[in-house]
């Protein structure tokens, strides 16, 4: 095993070698990016070449040339592999001021960084080394979906409110974008930064309900999306806007108090779930660092490797029937 910690090592320097070979040859590029971008407003009128993330903008990691060009490959990667639409709406949705390559980068990082650090620790257990490379996949997902989980439920709590107070914007007299704007100004994240993401689009041309059908889209909110058809039929056949919406902010809160008490009645069975879930990874973890010889067999044996073949499959099934039980659509 500790070749195969070795090989990774010599693998993560031959990659950073690379990127610093890259971000090397591209610094003595004949034409800067400011150059390419006059070049439409010289004598020849000639187009300026389309600039590559590392050239065109700085990286939430750093400005310096090896991070710019990290970046730049593992945008390359995520373009080629038709991945930057969906992590960059999943991102988006989490709040992350993150791109995806940056987010590739560091799920990369900490990927081979927690396999090379379980492979150390174990002095080479290559049971260690795949459980690290295992958590490394595993971990940072799991932060990406309940950073969105977490931003969606704080969107719902503040929606009733919001609501409320675009009814009484419109109400004494205000148009939609004006509401939208009081909006902006009185309430916090993420209702504040979704609506004014909206308020410039609508200040660019866009239709308002465009525009608010753009946050429903984002934050992946079935309940707002109710309201910005409700606001279209609205437009449609006509009608008093505001007593609309103070009708459907009453639904809505209704809706997220019965969504509270749901959660809090199944608290105590997610709990279980995820103890339940976590005990044998934990325990498995916990021996191949402190006592590997107890373990080993589990991975070195026939029977070892069929049984942990079985007890995997047993705790997907587990956990998967324990979600259906303890989730309640409201």
């Not at 971000?23 to 034409?31: K, S």
């Not at 009128?45 to 990691?61: F, G, I």
């Not at 459980?131 to 940072?140: D, E, F, H, S």
Request: glycine share 10%.
């Amino acid at each position: 095993m500790l070749l195969t910690g070795l090989f990774l090592l010599f693998a993560a320097l031959a990659v950073l070698i690379f990127v610093a070979t890259g971000a090397l040859t591209g610094a003595g590029r004949p034409e800067s990016p400011v150059l390419r971008r006059i070049a439409v407003y010289s004598v020849t009128s000639r187009r300026p070449e389309p600039l590559s993330v590392t050239e065109d903008t700085a990286s939430a990691l750093g400005d310096g040339p090896l991070t710019r060009s990290a970046v730049g490959l593992m945008h390359r990667v995520a373009r080629s592999g038709r991945l930057d639409r969906a992590l960059d709406g999943r991102l988006e949705s989490a709040g992350l001021p993150l791109r995806t390559a940056e987010w590739m980068l560091l799920h990369v990082t900490a990927t081979v960084g927690t396999a090379l650090l379980f492979a150390v620790v174990s002095r080479g257990r290559p049971a260690a080394a795949v459980l690290g490379l295992l958590l490394g996949l595993a971990v940072p997902w799991g932060v990406l979906m309940a950073a969105q989980a977490r931003r969606e439920a704080k969107f719902l709590a503040q929606l009733p409110d919001t609501l409320q107070l675009l009814a009484g914007s419109l109400a004494v007299g205000y148009s939609l974008p004006q509401a939208m704007e009081s909006v902006v100004r009185e309430s916090h994240a993420p209702i504040r930064g979704e609506f004014n993401r909206a308020l410039v689009e609508t200040r660019l041309g866009m239709q308002a309900e465009d525009a608010l059908d753009g946050i429903a889209a984002r934050t992946g909110s079935r309940d707002f999306s109710w309201v910005v058809m409700s606001i279209r039929i609205q437009r449609e056949v006509g009608g008093n806007l505001a007593e609309l919406l103070t009708s459907v902010a009453g639904t809505l809160r209704e809706r997220e108090r019965l969504r509270r008490q749901v959660s809090a009645l199944a608290a105590e069975g997610k709990l279980s779930g995820i103890i339940l879930a976590a005990l044998p990874v934990v325990f498995a973890l916990y021996l191949m660092l402190a006592r590997p010889e107890y373990i080993d067999p589990l991975f070195s044996t026939p029977l070892g490797l069929g049984l942990l073949g079985l007890g995997a499959v047993l705790l997907a099934v587990g956990g998967f029937w324990m979600s259906k039980v303890i989730r309640v659509d409201v």
